[in-house]
Structures are given as C-alpha cells and as structure tokens.
C-alpha cells in the first residue's frame, strides 16, 4: 500500500509518501480500499499538532474518506467484503488503503456516489448538529452564514433551505457569493467589501439573523453578534481566520441571545444514538437532491501537498477530494 505519513510537527512539507507493508484487520476492525478522501481544516492543524486531537507520531492523516471493504477482522458482522462505505476515523484517509474500527465505518445506502460520501459526513453531520439540534432552527428564520463557499458553508446552506429557513450566504469575494447564490442563498453579503451591520440590517429590515453559523471567527465575529436578533443563537463552529474572538459579554445580555458551542466530534462520541439518526435524515435528503457536496477539485491522492497549497490560498468552494485510481 502507499501512504503519506507524518513523521513530525512541522506541517505538510515534512510529508512524505511511503510504501508500506498492506496492513492485516485485527477483531472489530475493517480494512478499506480506499476510493477519495476529503480535505478539512483539521488536515490542516492536526500535521502541526494544532488540532485538538494528537495521534501519535508517525500517523497517516487524512480524517474522511470513503471506499469499499477488501478485509474483515473476527467479529465485525455488519460489513462485507466488497461494500461501500465511508469512515470518520480521525486519521488514515490519506492512503491506498486504511485498517478502520468498524464502529467508525458507515455503510452507503444504493446510490450513493463514493465520492460525494468521502465529502459528506464531517461538513454535513458538523452543520445539521450546529443547525438543526443546537440551534434548534425552525422554517422561516433567518440564518447568516459565514465562510458560506467553504465545506461547512455550503453544507449548512443547503441544510437550512432543508429546513425551510432563509440564508443570507456571507463570504470574501463576489464570486464566492454567485456560488452561494446557485445554491440557493436568498441573500448575500460580500465581508470584504460589504459594511457587515449595514448590509445585515438593509437585509433583515433591522430585526437581524435569527441564527448566525460561524465556522470563521476572528475580526467578524463582534459586528456579526451587535447584529444578531433578538433571542439569537450564534454558533460557534470554528476560527478558519486564525483569531479567536473576544466578545464583550454584555452584548449577549442585551440581546437576550446565546453563544452556543458545536462540537461533533465529541457529539458523535458522547451521543451515537442521536448522530446516527441525523446522518440518517441528511442521506434522505441526499437521495431527495435536496444536500449535495460541493467538489472544488480532484486530485490525484499523489497530489496531496498541492491539495494542502489550494487550501491555504483560501480560494477553495466547498471540498477538495485527493482520489486513487
């Protein structure tokens, strides 16, 4: 098998592609040939032991990634040889091939494109956790939502319209908007040039988003929340900036409004039950047309350290998938 490995700290560049002995599933495992993997924000941090898991050295990363079973350990009698499935194993992803629990391994329902799977679960199962159960968003409110082009962004625009809300897709340049308008955004705000307050009470007719999704934080942050609505929810889902905000308390109080944190890695732990049956709604509405993946590019999985580049030019739309042949 091939595989990238993270030998130390010091970012991608340190990244080497290794051919590697093909690994053997112990009991409870699978092992997965692996069709495409995905490229979040935590690629990025978790090569520079930023992120707030730590695996230890060396690992493949690669967190998401779909493909098919081509070996089963004793005792896994869910999954067979030859199935499609996805996995959010943490690391891994970035290989030919990647040896999985099997409590971490998802089958994909007929038709579903192994592609869009290996995009699918990280950004929307984060987003309908962040949208539908700890903003407990209802149809006709208002959802601002920043960093709108990116994989979180698009998943929680279309999530919303699932829902029946109205989104304004708030992003950096006015081609990002048009892609968020060709989602289905009813409204747009381009945050660098747009004056944010302004623009967000000209849109809500001064009563502002009922509902803000923030993968984004720093400097944002502040005028976004002195706009929110009454009894808002601001969704604290990331700081893709850099900086995380420091707000002044009393905005909270005299809005009436919550700051709410999103963690799905640990909701996926803490509550299987609940996680399993949101992935359930998001793969009905996949099959209904109403969610699907926005791919940037596809890269051959070789490729990864230009994959890694595009990311860090922020100019990515959606997901960049890193695909073997």
Not at 217 to 246: C, H, K, N, Q, T
Request: aromatic share 8%; glycine share 12%.
């Amino acid at each position: 098998m091939t595989a990238w490995l993270c030998e130390s700290l010091d970012g991608i560049g340190a990244m080497r592609m290794h051919t590697l002995p093909l690994p053997v599933p112990k009991a409870g495992e699978v092992r997965i040939a692996v069709r495409a993997a995905s490229l979040n924000f935590p690629d990025l941090l978790i090569v520079e032991g930023k992120y707030q898991f730590k695996p230890p050295l060396p690992f493949v990363p690669g967190a998401e990634f779909s493909g098919t079973v081509d070996a089963v350990g004793d005792g896994v009698t869910h999954l067979r040889v030859g199935q499609p499935v996805a996995a959010i194993a943490g690391t891994g992803g970035f290989a030919s091939h990647a040896i999985v629990e099997a409590g971490r391994v998802l089958p994909l329902p007929p038709g579903f494109d192994l592609e869009d799977a290996a995009a699918f679960a990280f950004t929307y199962g984060t987003s309908h956790h962040a949208l539908v159960d700890r903003a407990a968003l209802r149809a006709g409110e208002t959802v601002l939502v920043l960093g709108a082009a990116g994989g979180v962004g698009t998943a929680a625009l279309q999530i919303a319209k699932a829902v029946g809300a109205r989104v304004i897709a708030a992003a950096s340049s006015d081609e990002k908007c048009a892609l968020c308008t060709a989602l289905g955004a009813d409204a747009t705000l381009n945050y660098s040039r747009d004056n944010v307050r302004e623009t967000l009470k000209a849109l809500t007719g001064g009563k502002g988003p009922d509902v803000v999704y923030d993968p984004v934080g720093g400097d944002l942050a502040e005028p976004v929340f002195r706009s929110i609505a009454w009894r808002g929810r601001y969704l604290v889902v990331g700081f893709a900036m850099g900086g995380i905000p420091a707000l002044p308390w009393n905005l909270a109080l005299l809005k009436g409004a919550s700051i709410v944190g999103v963690f799905w890695g640990d909701f996926v732990k803490r509550e299987p039950q609940a996680s399993a049956a949101a992935l359930g709604q998001l793969a009905q509405w996949y099959a209904e047309g109403k969610i699907k993946p926005v791919i940037d590019q596809r890269l051959p999985m070789a490729e990864l350290p230009a994959a890694y580049a595009r990311m860090g030019t922020r100019q990515v739309r959606g997901k960049l998938l890193l695909v073997n042949a």
